[in-house]
């Protein structure tokens, strides 16, 4: 078996003029990171490599998380702003070596995609909120497609 860790970027601030993927954390996105962080450590649940969309919140939600378990492989993927979950579903299949891999992104393609590969419907899903991780249980050897992961966990701040 191997995990599938989704994580939506923490609250991030409005600043005015400031393009989308320029916003940074908010404070409150900060704390809500950390304990993404400290939650992931406490479940044993550290990836071998994480995966990371270009927008700054991400990754200073990413930077958060690591600061808490410790770094690890880290890769930059610009696919992973605006995806789609099967765009998202190409991608997570393109690390199929990792036995536990990090995806951290936007919704509404992480909850799509959570919803695609627990349920095989892409609509049936019921919100991930800022900060918010999924843990998706899947054999080691299965192709990414629509139902083949159980959900395992599942936090918010």
């Not at 808490?68 to 930059?76: D, T």
Request: negative net charge; proline residues 5%.
């Amino acid at each position: 078996m191997r995990d599938l860790i989704l994580l939506r970027h923490a609250h991030a601030g409005q600043a005015a003029g400031t393009a989308d993927v320029d916003r940074s954390l908010s404070d409150e996105g900060r704390k809500e990171a950390e304990a993404a962080g400290r939650w992931l450590k406490e479940k044993g649940l550290v990836p071998d490599r994480a995966l990371c969309s270009p927008a700054r919140r991400t990754r200073e939600t990413l930077d958060a998380v690591l600061a808490v378990i410790g770094e690890v492989e880290r890769k930059e993927e610009a696919a992973i702003y605006e995806a789609s979950a099967g765009t998202l579903a190409g991608l997570v299949d393109q690390h199929r070596d990792a036995e536990r891999l990090l995806l951290v992104g936007h919704n509404p393609g992480l909850e799509r995609l959570a919803a695609l590969m627990h349920s095989g419907q892409s609509g049936d899903y019921r919100g991930m909120p800022p900060g918010g991780v999924a843990v998706l249980r899947l054999p080691a050897d299965a192709v990414i497609e629509p139902g083949v992961a159980t959900l395992s966990e599942f936090w918010w701040p």
